[in-house]
C-alpha cells in the first residue's frame, strides 16, 4: 500500500546533525515500505520553548528538508504563549519557506483563545493543522492540551480541518470528545497497538477522519503500522488511513506550492 507517515521527529534516532537523523528515519522506513515522512520539532524539544527556541527548532527541520526536499514533509513548530513569533515563523517557514504544516504542542491549551491569531494564518495559507493532545491519568504536563480543549477549539473554527494528535492517548475518550466535529481528523500516533483502536475510530468516525502516524523515532514504525495492517477493516480503508486521508488535507497548500506528490 501507498503509506504516508503524518507524524515523525528528528529526536529518539542516531545522528550528530538533522539531516543524519532524517537519513536514518528513511533508512528505517524504506524497510517498511513508508513513502513519505512528516516531520516537526528538532533534535532537541523544549515543552515550553522561549520564541528563539522555536526558530532553532524549525532551523533544524529546514536543514533535514533540504537534504530530502522527496522525501518529508515539514510542519513548522509553533507555541500559542508567543504568538507574534509564531506568526512570524509561519511567515519564514511556510508563506516563504518549503514548509506545509503547523505543530502545536504543549506550552499553553488549545483552548484558549490566544492560539486563535496562529489558527486563523494557517487556515489562510492552507497549512495541515496538527494539535498534540493527551489524557493522563497521573495528570497532564502544565499547558499540554486534552482532546476535549481540542474540541473547543475546533468548535471555533467550524470550516478550518485540523488533527487531534495521539487521539488522546486514551483513544476510547478521545474519539468520542471529537466525534461530533466534521473538521476534525484523528491521528492514530504514539500510543500502544491495542486491539480494537482502529476498528473503533471507523465504527465512530468513519475511515474517511482517521491518519496513521508512528511518532517515531520515539516509536517503531512496526508497532504504529500495526495499528492498522492488523485492524479487521477493509483493504480500501486501511488504504485512506495510510494515505489518502491526508494527501488529500495536504492537496490546496501542496497545489499552492506547487509540489508534486
Same mark, same amino acid.
Given at each position: 500500500?501507498?503509506?504516508?507517515?503524518?507524524?515523525?521527529?528528528?529526536?529518539?534516532?542516531?545522528?550528530?546533525?538533522?539531516?543524519?537523523?532524517?537519513?536514518? &528515519?528513511?533508512?528505517?522506513?524504506?524497510?517498511?515500505?513508508?513513502?513519505?515522512?512528516?516531520?516537526?520539532?528538532?533534535?532537541?524539544?523544549?515543552?515550553? !520553548?522561549?520564541?528563539?527556541?522555536?526558530?532553532?527548532?524549525?532551523?533544524?527541520?529546514?536543514?533535514?528538508?533540504?537534504?530530502?526536499?522527496?522525501?518529508?514533509?515539514?510542519? #513548522?513548530?509553533?507555541?500559542? $504563549?508567543? #504568538?507574534?513569533?509564531?506568526?512570524?515563523?509561519?511567515?519564514?517557514? #511556510?508563506?516563504?519557506?518549503?514548509?506545509?504544516?503547523?505543530?502545536?504542542? #504543549?506550552?499553553?491549551?488549545?483552548?484558549?483563545?490566544?492560539?486563535?491569531?496562529?489558527? /486563523?494564518?494557517?487556515?489562510? &495559507?492552507?497549512?495541515?493543522?496538527? +494539535?498534540? /493532545?493527551?489524557?493522563?491519568?497521573?495528570?497532564?504536563?502544565?499547558?499540554?492540551? /486534552?482532546?476535549?480543549?481540542?474540541?473547543?477549539?475546533?468548535?471555533?473554527?467550524?470550516?478550518? !480541518?485540523?488533527?487531534?494528535?495521539? /487521539?488522546?492517548?486514551?483513544?476510547?475518550?478521545?474519539?468520542?470528545?471529537?466525534?461530533?466535529?466534521?473538521?476534525?481528523?484523528?491521528?492514530?500516533?504514539?500510543?500502544?497497538?491495542?486491539?480494537?483502536?482502529?476498528?473503533?475510530?471507523?465504527?465512530?468516525?468513519?475511515?474517511?477522519?482517521?491518519?496513521?502516524?508512528?511518532?517515531?523515532?520515539?516509536?517503531?514504525?512496526?508497532?504504529?503500522?500495526?495499528?492498522?495492517?492488523?485492524?479487521?477493516?477493509?483493504?480500501?480503508?486501511? +488504504?485512506?488511513?495510510?494515505?489518502?486521508?491526508?494527501?488529500?488535507?495536504?492537496?490546496?497548500?501542496?497545489?499552492? $506550492?506547487?509540489?508534486?506528490?
Amino acid at each position: 500500500m501507498k503509506i504516508w507517515d503524518l507524524h515523525c521527529h528528528l529526536s529518539g534516532v542516531a545522528g550528530l546533525t538533522p539531516e543524519e537523523r532524517l537519513s536514518n &528515519l528513511l533508512r528505517y522506513a524504506d524497510r517498511m515500505g513508508i513513502e513519505r515522512l512528516c516531520i516537526y520539532m528538532g533534535m532537541k524539544w523544549a515543552q515550553d !520553548p522561549e520564541p528563539d527556541e522555536l526558530q532553532r527548532q524549525n532551523d533544524d527541520v529546514l536543514r533535514a528538508l533540504a537534504k530530502y526536499p522527496d522525501r518529508a514533509f515539514g510542519f #513548522v513548530y509553533l507555541s500559542a $504563549k508567543h #504568538v507574534e513569533r509564531s506568526l512570524s515563523e509561519l511567515e519564514r517557514c #511556510v508563506a516563504n519557506g518549503p514548509m506545509v504544516g503547523v505543530k502545536l504542542w #504543549v506550552a499553553k491549551r488549545c483552548s484558549d483563545p490566544q492560539i486563535d491569531p496562529i489558527i /486563523t494564518r494557517a487556515a489562510e &495559507l492552507q497549512a495541515v493543522i496538527f +494539535q498534540h /493532545t493527551w489524557f493522563k491519568t497521573n495528570g497532564n504536563y502544565d499547558g499540554e492540551s /486534552t482532546p476535549d480543549d481540542f474540541a473547543a477549539m475546533a468548535r471555533r473554527f467550524p470550516k478550518v !480541518p485540523m488533527i487531534c494528535g495521539h /487521539t488522546g492517548g486514551n483513544w476510547e475518550l478521545g474519539i468520542r470528545a471529537v466525534k461530533p466535529l466534521k473538521n476534525v481528523w484523528i491521528d492514530l500516533a504514539g500510543s500502544d497497538p491495542t486491539a480494537g483502536m482502529t476498528e473503533m475510530a471507523v465504527r465512530e468516525l468513519g475511515a474517511d477522519r482517521i491518519l496513521y502516524g508512528s511518532d517515531g523515532g520515539g516509536r517503531s514504525f512496526a508497532s504504529q503500522l500495526a495499528k492498522v495492517h492488523g485492524a479487521q477493516i477493509s483493504d480500501a480503508d486501511k +488504504q485512506k488511513i495510510f494515505c489518502d486521508n491526508l494527501r488529500g488535507l495536504m492537496q490546496p497548500i501542496l497545489k499552492a $506550492k506547487g509540489i508534486q506528490a
